[in-house]
Nanobody, 125 residues
Framework: QVQLVESGGGSVQAGGSLRLSCVASGYTGRNYCMGWFRQAPGKEREGVAAIDSDGSAVYADSVKGRFTISKENDKNLLYLQMNSLKPEDTAMYYC???????????????????WGQGTQVTVSS
């Protein structure tokens, strides 16, 4: 059973930075797509970014140029570097994983089988 544990959330002022981490365990097989999602109160969970085992990454338009997803395969670690944060980035952020590679629907939560518990990010103006 794949387990995901996020860390690194917190409170920051607009324009600031945070780095989220996700440690994964229980993988079987080599190819996994991992992603970051977020959910604000009253809103649907939305895809932020995803990355395949070969390093191929995709981003939501709202975070392109500000957020960077990366991973350390040998340590089963996933990161999300968030710069130039805005109040609208405030949400619970979740790490997610699925076997294989990302598809055209990578931003859909239904694509992913495994989820962490989430870490809160709050950006004040």
């Amino acid at each position: 059973q794949v387990q995901l544990v996020e860390s690194g959330g917190g409170s920051v002022q607009a324009g600031g930075s945070l780095r989220l981490s996700c440690v994964a365990s229980g993988y079987t097989g080599r190819n996994y797509c991992m992603g970051w999602f977020r959910q604000a109160p009253g809103k649907e969970r939305e895809g932020v970014a995803a990355i395949d085992s070969d390093g191929s990454a995709v981003y939501a338009d709202s975070v392109k140029g500000r957020f960077t997803i990366s991973k350390e395969n040998d340590k089963n670690l996933l990161y999300l570097q968030m710069n130039s944060l805005k109040p609208e980035d405030t949400a619970m952020y979740y790490c997610a994983a699925k076997k294989g590679f990302h598809s055209g629907n990578w931003y859909s939560a239904y694509e992913y089988n495994y989820w962490g518990q989430g870490t809160q990010v709050t950006v004040s103006s």
